[in-house]
């Protein structure tokens, strides 16, 4: 077996962590928060007192009893840290954390895009007043070790962050044979309860080495000075608007009143319409806009069509069919990433209608470069 330390990328500048150490020692009070998609959110954990967000973050409490530690899990399925992102304001930074876990390597594509809406979603964060560091946690398709570690290390190690991977840690001993992929997954993507136990156990192999060297320095080092930017940034003040934020022109639409009690469950606070000519009509500020809406395993489901500034000939078809098996899909899709800055027109059109019952469903509009 590998030794765990094979998973620490990168312990990266002791100036982060030493403000976390720093305030529980002094304070005797934590906040955390793990932003994610479906491995953070607990998928495959069984019960969630199993999920590595709760083991990794019980390591606090046993380092420093008495203390008063709070985490909050901020996974939801299937989304990416182009929505991270958008939705990184209300999910995690109004919590005022000292410290955030990232965990997309798994959701994200290797490629220019995403290490840009990475690198912004990291810059937000370490520009919060509450934030003392982040840590990047890289997880792994089993079959193939696929991920985008190498875009999301980039960035860790530009901006001098910690970094765990549980693709460095458990490949090499799947592809050696020394341990079989079905012990930690089911689907080769979202693991088991050792699965989860592992990614907790490398987390805290972490902060264990981290304490050491906060304790050889003195405990006296400040937070880094934010490095320069690797890519434009330019979702680094991404905005989501929904329901109860936004009231834009309703054609037939109309809003979602739909409550949902789990957090995890992206399918809320948005509009819904299944006839075909209905629409909703938007006012957008920015050079970059987006739409969420959902792509539904329940067919026939409606077709629906999204136009700029009244500009048909560019429209982009919103298909909710979804060919999948596994479950709807919160599907974030880009219209433009050069609007022009200043004020939008962005209309959602339906164009064909499915089953009665089955409703085109328009979750948010998200913007950015402002």
């Given at each position: 077996?590998?030794?765990?330390?094979?998973?620490?990328?990168n312990?990266?500048?002791?100036?982060?962590?030493?403000?976390?150490?720093?305030?529980?020692?002094?304070?005797?009070?934590?906040?955390?928060?793990?932003?994610?998609?479906?491995?953070?959110?607990?998928?495959?954990?069984?019960?969630?007192?199993?999920?590595?967000?709760?083991?990794?973050?019980?390591?606090?409490?046993?380092?420093?009893?008495?203390?008063?530690?709070?985490?909050?899990?901020?996974?939801?399925?299937?989304?990416?840290?182009?929505?991270?992102?958008?939705?990184?304001?209300r999910?995690?930074?109004?919590?005022?954390?000292?410290?955030?876990?990232?965990?997309?390597?798994?959701?994200?594509?290797?490629?220019?895009?995403?290490?840009?809406?990475?690198?912004?979603?990291?810059?937000?964060?370490?520009?919060?007043?509450?934030?003392?560091?982040?840590?990047?946690?890289?997880?792994?398709?089993?079959?193939?070790?696929?991920?985008?570690?190498?875009?999301?290390?980039?960035?860790?190690?530009?901006?001098?962050?910690?970094?765990?991977?549980?693709?460095?840690?458990?490949?090499?001993?799947?592809?050696?044979?020394?341990?079989?992929?079905?012990?930690?997954?089911?689907?080769?993507?979202?693991p088991?309860?050792?699965?989860?136990?592992?990614?907790?156990?490398?987390?805290?192999?972490?902060?264990?080495?981290?304490?050491?060297?906060?304790?050889?320095?003195?405990?006296?080092?400040?937070?880094?000075?934010?490095?320069?930017?690797?890519?434009?940034?330019?979702?680094?003040?991404?905005?989501?608007?929904?329901?109860?934020?936004?009231?834009?022109?309703?054609?037939?639409?109309?809003?979602?009143?739909?409550k949902?009690?789990?957090?995890?469950?992206?399918?809320?606070n948005?509009w819904?319409?299944?006839?075909?000519?209905?629409?909703?009509?938007?006012?957008?500020?920015?050079?970059?806009?987006?739409?969420?809406?959902?792509?539904?395993?329940?067919?026939?489901?409606?077709?629906?069509?999204?136009?700029?500034?009244?500009?048909?000939?560019?429209?982009?078809?919103?298909?909710?069919?979804?060919?999948?098996?596994?479950?709807?899909?919160?599907c974030?899709?880009?219209?433009?990433?050069?609007?022009?800055?200043?004020?939008?027109?962005?209309?959602?059109?339906?164009?064909?209608?499915?089953?009665?019952?089955?409703?085109f469903?328009?979750?948010?509009?998200?913007?950015?470069?402002n």
């Amino acid at each position: 077996m590998c030794e765990k330390y094979r998973s620490i990328v990168n312990l990266g500048d002791i100036g982060y962590m030493s403000g976390v150490f720093q305030k529980i020692e002094s304070e005797n009070k934590l906040g955390i928060v793990y932003l994610g998609g479906s491995i953070t959110m607990g998928c495959n954990a069984d019960p969630e007192e199993n999920r590595y967000v709760n083991l990794s973050a019980k390591w606090w409490n046993k380092k420093f009893p008495g203390s008063e530690i709070t985490f909050f899990n901020a996974g939801i399925g299937a989304t990416t840290s182009q929505f991270g992102a958008a939705r990184v304001q209300r999910d995690v930074l109004d919590k005022d954390p000292d410290l955030v876990f990232i965990e997309f390597s798994v959701n994200d594509d290797d490629d220019l895009t995403f290490m840009e809406t990475y690198e912004s979603l990291v810059r937000r964060i370490l520009k919060h007043k509450s934030v003392k560091a982040v840590i990047i946690i890289n997880n792994l398709f089993y079959d193939t070790g696929k991920n985008a570690q190498g875009i999301h290390n980039a960035v860790g190690i530009h901006y001098g962050l910690p970094i765990v991977s549980m693709r460095d840690y458990i490949y090499p001993q799947i592809l050696s044979g020394d341990i079989d992929r079905s012990t930690y997954t089911d689907d080769m993507l979202h693991p088991k309860n050792i699965g989860h136990k592992t990614i907790a156990e490398i987390i805290v192999d972490l902060l264990e080495t981290e304490y050491k060297y906060y304790k050889c320095s003195g405990g006296k080092i400040g937070k880094p000075e934010l490095a320069e930017k690797l890519t434009p940034c330019r979702y680094e003040d991404a905005a989501v608007f929904q329901n109860f934020n936004c009231k834009p022109v309703l054609k037939g639409f109309t809003e979602d009143t739909n409550k949902i009690d789990r957090f995890s469950d992206p399918f809320k606070n948005g509009w819904i319409s299944g006839k075909k000519g209905d629409s909703i009509i938007f006012n957008a500020q920015g050079n970059i806009i987006m739409l969420q809406w959902r792509r539904t395993v329940d067919k026939p489901a409606p077709i629906a069509c999204a136009v700029i500034d009244g500009n048909e000939s560019n429209r982009i078809i919103l298909d909710a069919n979804f060919e999948e098996t596994w479950g709807d899909l919160c599907c974030l899709t880009t219209l433009c990433e050069n609007a022009g800055k200043g004020s939008h027109t962005v209309e959602v059109r339906i164009e064909q209608e499915g089953r009665s019952d089955n409703p085109f469903m328009l979750i948010s509009l998200i913007t950015a470069d402002n």
